[in-house]
């Protein structure tokens, strides 16, 4: 039996015991292909006794997991941890022969959360980070980590400063920024029409979406009739549904994260605006969305992006294995984005530490950029000049009517079209405000 060890700061050790699953084997029965350049894949399930008997006596490595507990990111963390114990889980428990053992830190606000990330470093000595639920919290670890000169790969936050001019050589992110998500869905928007209302909530994720989406109004010629920031902790969003309502704008343009964007769904049904005012925004969090309801969700129409989606056409067989894994560890609850993200983060991190055979951290930082994987049409991979790995963005209108209790949205394009344009659609890198040195 290999062995999980969850390891939470300021409490007891809690070990748990997996049989660890065949790795990497699709329903076809075809086993997934990953390239790691030329070196053996990762360690897989179903070894013999006595190399579990043997590496069960070997010292651990250890690995953080950073998320926020609680909060308007809260509900988010049950996924962002279910994702990264299935990806060790999937990998056999196990890294060169050693023990996983994951230590689990809090997000709370950013000094906790610096206190926390030193914690995993000087006390915990793991040999690398996967975290950052929310923008000002991925900013704070980013540059511990880069202080520490300690790889961290940011699992949620897509802040475009993190692989823009925030960017270092220790950190790497999953999630695609927002300017990207962006551009990807700036025409449809405009297909509502030229007027639109910003919403967004206080923080530091709120402000660097709007801004964003500011940029994207600007480049399809629309204009900005009305705008409101709500306090991230707002619960009763109706004086600013009446507002909406008043401006009559084409399209409500959102920057709303976490809690805010429940409340605000549910805002939007109980003051009955409907479909002929479409919502519409990026970084969409699936279990935010879930809370609202499928009542709610149907009464905002409009349209989405995000990273991944359980759901999506032609999904991967290796992401079928996960949802399905996902589905058995969460009772039937099926894997939000942040839950594939972080999947995707620890994966890329146990990969690479199997790359170059090594818990050392310069090593581990060097090999990340090396790791590549298989999905779909796609080829998963950091780039080399901003640490940002590459996705095609996913564009999503909700589903008239809703009739599963998850799957509320249609997958209507993903982009770019051409896998070869997918450079370009991030940015050249002599437009990049990244410098990382060779």
Not at 1 to 15: G, P
Not at 166 to 175: G, K, M
Not at 188 to 209: C, E
Not at 250 to 255: E, L, R, T, Y
Request: glycine share 10%; net charge neutral.
């Amino acid at each position: 039996m290999a062995e999980i060890v969850i390891n939470r700061l300021n409490s007891e050790n809690v070990t748990k015991s997996n049989k660890a699953p065949e790795y990497g084997v699709a329903r076809s029965g075809v086993p997934r292909r990953l390239f790691l350049l030329g070196a053996a894949g990762a360690a897989t399930g179903g070894l013999g006794s006595p190399f579990i008997q043997t590496a069960k006596a070997a010292e651990s490595v250890k690995i953080g997991l950073s998320f926020a507990h609680a909060g308007i990111q809260g509900p988010g963390g049950p996924h962002v941890k279910a994702g990264a114990e299935l990806a060790v889980s999937i990998h056999g428990g196990m890294v060169l022969g050693r023990p996983i053992e994951l230590v689990v830190s809090d997000e709370t606000d950013v000094p906790g959360t610096k206190a926390n990330m030193n914690k995993l470093i000087t006390e915990q000595k793991v040999v690398a980070v996967v975290g950052g639920s929310e923008s000002s919290r991925s900013i704070a670890l980013q540059a511990i980590a880069g202080e520490a000169k300690i790889p961290l790969i940011i699992h949620t936050s897509s802040h475009d400063d993190l692989s823009g001019k925030l960017c270092n050589p220790w950190t790497f992110r999953v999630s695609i920024p927002y300017g990207i998500q962006y551009r990807a869905i700036s025409p449809y928007l405009a297909d509502y029409g030229k007027k639109w209302f910003m919403l967004g909530v206080t923080g530091t994720s709120g402000p660097a979406m709007m801004a964003v989406a500011k940029l994207g109004m600007t480049e399809e010629g629309a204009q900005e009739i009305g705008s409101e920031v709500a306090s991230q902790e707002l619960t009763d969003f109706s004086a600013i549904i009446d507002k909406i309502k008043t401006t009559k704008p084409d399209v409500v343009v959102g920057a709303l994260q976490g809690t805010a964007l429940t409340y605000f769904f549910k805002a939007w049904q109980a003051g009955g605006v409907g479909t002929q005012i479409p919502y519409a925004q990026i970084g969409l969090t699936d279990a935010d969305l879930w809370a609202a309801g499928p009542e709610a969700a149907a009464a905002t129409g409009g349209v989405y992006s995000k990273t991944w989606d359980y759901a999506a056409p032609n999904l991967p067989a290796d992401d079928k294995v996960f949802v399905e894994q996902f589905l058995k560890k969460m009772n039937g609850q099926p894997p939000d984005t942040r839950a594939w993200q972080a999947y995707m983060g620890m994966r890329s991190l146990l990969g690479s530490i199997e790359l170059v055979k090594s818990t050392e951290a310069d090593k581990i930082r060097q090999a990340i950029p090396r790791f590549q994987e298989a999905s779909g049409a796609v080829t998963l991979r950091f780039r080399d000049h901003d640490h940002q790995m590459l996705h095609r963005v996913p564009v999503f209108e909700t589903k008239t009517p809703i009739k599963d209790k998850y799957h509320w949205l249609d997958a209507e394009k993903y982009l770019p079209e051409k896998v070869s344009d997918l450079d370009q659609l991030y940015g050249p890198k002599d437009k990049s405000t990244c410098i990382i040195p060779a």
